[in-house]
């Protein structure tokens, strides 16, 4: 009657039958991730953070051109913004021509008397 119970109990239920399947399904599963961790790139990445001298650098770089494009970007904006406004005057609508006109009356005294 033993016997037959021990042919009855489904495999691994012992914890040794599906030990060798258990094993495999780990390495397995190791050598995916050795494998993504190998494509993303991380052993570099490591290798560049242990120089701080280029971290540095590429920040400073990256820094500078963040600025030069800002100030482009600052620079064609504000010249479409006084194109459009140099053609608001030009069409002669009777109330935003003379604020238009206002403004650029205010920013030429300010620019020749100071504040």
Request: aromatic share 12%; proline share 3%.
């Amino acid at each position: 009657m033993y016997d037959d119970a021990e042919k009855t109990r489904p495999p691994g239920e012992d914890g040794f039958s599906n030990h060798n399947d258990a094993l495999g399904n780990s390495t397995d599963r190791l050598e995916q991730l050795a494998r993504s961790l190998e494509r993303s790139g991380l052993a570099e990445y490591a290798a560049y953070l242990s120089k701080p001298s280029k971290v540095l650098l590429t920040n400073f770089l990256a820094g500078l051109a963040r600025g030069f494009g800002f100030s482009v970007g600052m620079v064609l904006l504000g010249a479409f913004a006084l194109y459009m406004l140099q053609h608001l005057v030009r069409m002669n609508l009777p109330y935003i021509s003379e604020l238009v006109a206002e403004i650029f009356s205010l920013a030429s005294e300010y620019l020749q008397y100071g504040k």
